[in-house]
């Protein structure tokens, strides 16, 4: 059973393997778009933003009354208990007096017959409340169900509600400037990864040119040496000196694959080959109150502009602590037939709550709000302070790479006729073996200075327009067909 290699040796063998299999060629701007669609990109970052831009929709209308509608089932029981002896022993009096007075209120020819009707009435009341007890014990038993709708609405909330929309509003600023923040780092990451990786192919080119100029003087050497006209010893330096070129040209070959392994890490991507090479814009860039002159906009200020209008709400809502607040409700029984009698069919009303003493030491509150508010509005200046500082440090540098690009071009030139015409003094016996080897090491180096002021220039342009807040536009320069390339092959 054959063992599955681990990812960073496969890839490495995979690079290592690059001439047989199929590469794919991987300009700066499609590289740009893999790595959004990785999660080294701002894909987390636009997730916040979207949060934030949902959690401010959603307390946008906070004074909108809310409407609850709820069922209960209720089960009850319910005991009475009436002591009826005093109503008894009152009917009774009441009646035996009226029937005792009522023979006085007829002629005096029927005064006997009343009294005598009177009298037995009188004698049968007894008998008559006798079947009504002295105590009655009343059980009721039910099962109710009470259908409600009420409503809530805040009228005057001394500010807390707004502190609450504003707070959300400025979690969206903070989200907006995280973004921007990681994609301004993400420009700067994937530029020093990409153009890293060109960096170190011109390197590894470099180092295998040295090798074969180095090979071909061997060469010279060794076929003078037959000849008798140098010794040995020349002949000995020059293997010296083609092996150091050859493990120079090893290093630079693993520093190569090394650096294209990151790249395909950030990118997402396999068996690529970055096809825009290092680049330096000929027309200056503009000048750097440019770039000053309005107040730039980038991730950190737009960071530091949100954890202001964050401290804002929180001040606000501290003063909403000392402030009354006034709230109307109404609720309806949506069944009334299943109502209890002491149960209302409709309710409307307001309450207004006084805040009159609190554990809390309200004002120290509001103190410490404002104090927060004051750091936040300091640090927010801080923050375009800053910004405007690596704007300018990044302008110069990528200007200053610019220039000695511009310097260092020559100096290839003449470092390559250089090495031409000292091999040809060399096999024309008026030069020594000494004088080539120094020539084939200037050229090296030039060709490894102008290849590394062109990735300084890359590096340090991608970082100026992540500074002012323009990642976008680096690709544009990039491909400007005013740029000159370093592309040896």
Do not use: C
């Not at 000929?282 to 750097?288: I, Q, S, V």
């Not at 003493?357 to 104090?371: G, I, P, T, W, Y």
């Not at 091999?423 to 016996?429: D, K, P, V």
């Amino acid at each position: 059973m054959k063992r599955a290699l681990p990812l960073a040796p496969a890839l490495l063998l995979a690079i290592a393997a690059s001439p047989a299999l199929a590469q794919t060629a991987l300009d700066y701007r499609t590289a740009e778009t893999a790595m959004e669609a990785t999660p080294a990109g701002t894909v987390a970052a636009e997730a916040d933003l979207r949060a934030a831009e949902h959690q401010a929709k959603a307390v946008a209308h906070l004074y909108r009354p809310t409407v609850i509608a709820s069922a209960s089932v209720i089960a009850y029981e319910k005991s009475l208990s009436l002591d009826l002896t005093g109503p008894k022993e009152q009917f009774m009096d009441s009646a035996q007096s009226y029937l005792g007075g009522l023979p006085g209120q007829y002629p005096p020819v029927y005064a006997d017959i009343v009294a005598l009707i009177a009298g037995r009435i009188g004698q049968a009341l007894p008998g008559l409340l006798a079947p009504i007890p002295d105590q009655y014990d009343y059980t009721q038993r039910d099962v109710v169900v009470r259908p409600n709708v009420t409503a809530i609405m805040p009228l005057y909330t001394g500010g807390a509600l707004e502190a609450v929309s504003d707070a959300a509003k400025a979690q969206v600023t903070l989200a907006q400037g995280g973004r921007e923040l990681a994609r301004g780092a993400d420009s700067v990451r994937l530029a020093e990864a990409y153009f890293g990786t060109q960096l170190a192919r011109q390197l590894e080119v470099s180092s295998r040119q040295t090798l074969t100029s180095a090979e071909q003087h061997l060469g010279n050497v060794r076929a003078m040496e037959r000849e008798g006209v140098v010794p040995h010893s020349l002949t000995l330096e020059a293997v010296v000196a083609r092996d150091a070129a050859k493990r120079a040209n090893d290093r630079a070959r693993r520093d190569a694959d090394m650096a294209q392994l990151a790249l395909a890490r950030i990118t997402g991507t396999a068996n690529l080959v970055p096809s825009t090479p290092l680049f330096v814009n000929t027309t200056p860039l503009p000048p750097l109150t440019a770039w000053t002159g309005d107040v730039p906009r980038n991730g950190q200020i737009a960071v530091a502009e949100g954890a202001e209008q964050l401290a804002a709400a929180g001040e606000r809502a501290a003063r909403a602590t000392m402030r009354p607040s006034v709230y109307a409700f109404g609720s309806v029984n949506a069944v009334r037939k299943q109502s209890l009698p002491v149960d209302p069919d409709w309710i409307v009303g307001a309450t207004v709550q006084i805040p009159l003493f609190s554990a809390v030491n309200r004002r120290e509150l509001v103190s410490a709000a404002q104090a927060r508010r004051e750091a936040a509005r300091l640090r927010a200046a801080d923050a375009r302070t800053r910004t405007e500082g690596e704007i300018e440090k990044t302008w110069l540098m990528a200007d200053n790479a610019r220039r000695a690009y511009n310097s260092i071009a020559s100096s290839v030139a003449a470092a390559e006729e250089n090495l031409r015409v000292k091999q040809i003094g060399f096999r024309e016996g008026v030069g020594t073996a000494a004088e080539v080897t120094d020539a084939q090491t200037a050229l090296g180096l030039a060709r490894a200075q102008r290849a590394t002021a062109a990735y300084e220039y890359d590096l340090s342009l991608a970082a100026l327009f992540a500074a002012s807040g323009q990642s976008e536009r680096f690709v544009d320069y990039a491909e400007a067909p005013d740029r000159q390339t370093v592309d040896d092959r």
